[in-house]
């Protein structure tokens, strides 16, 4: 199991952007796939994007589809989430998750979770 560190977290203008990380340890990050869920106050833990373990496929629940980019870096052992036109209803925790598979338009999360990271979008 990996252990994953977020971070890029914030308070940001409704149209505004934020990248986040998610920087993993261990030696398994690059052979799966990884995604990011959020979890808004009061809601459940809901599916953000995800990615294979090579960065070549991705899939994005609708909502986000065109506003936001995931990428990894797996020489750094690292994902991103770029964040673009952001609205109030992108507010929520974003947790990063790995050791995942991404099969055929469905992201099936592994069992490795971040801490989350706040994100607050506000004017």
């Known amino acids: 199991q990996v252990q994953l560190v977020e971070s890029g977290g914030g308070l940001v203008q409704p149209g505004g952007s934020l990248r986040l990380s998610c920087a993993a340890s261990?030696?398994?990050?690059?052979?799966?796939?990884m995604g990011w869920f959020r979890q808004a106050p009061g809601k459940e833990r809901t599916f953000v994007a995800a990615?294979?373990?090579?960065?070549?496929?991705?899939y994005y629940t609708d909502s986000v589809k065109g506003r936001f980019t995931i990428s990894r870096d797996n020489a750094k052992n690292t994902g991103y989430l770029q964040m673009n036109s952001l609205k109030p209803e992108d507010t929520a925790v974003y947790y990063c998750?790995?050791?995942?598979?991404?099969?055929?338009?469905?992201?099936?999360?592994?069992?490795?979770w971040g801490q989350g990271t706040q994100v607050t979008v506000s004017s």
């Open positions: 261990g030696h398994t990050f690059s052979t799966y796939g």
């Open positions: 990615i294979d373990w090579s960065g070549s496929t991705t």
């Open positions: 998750n790995a050791e995942g598979y991404l099969l055929y338009g469905s992201y099936d999360a592994g069992t490795s």
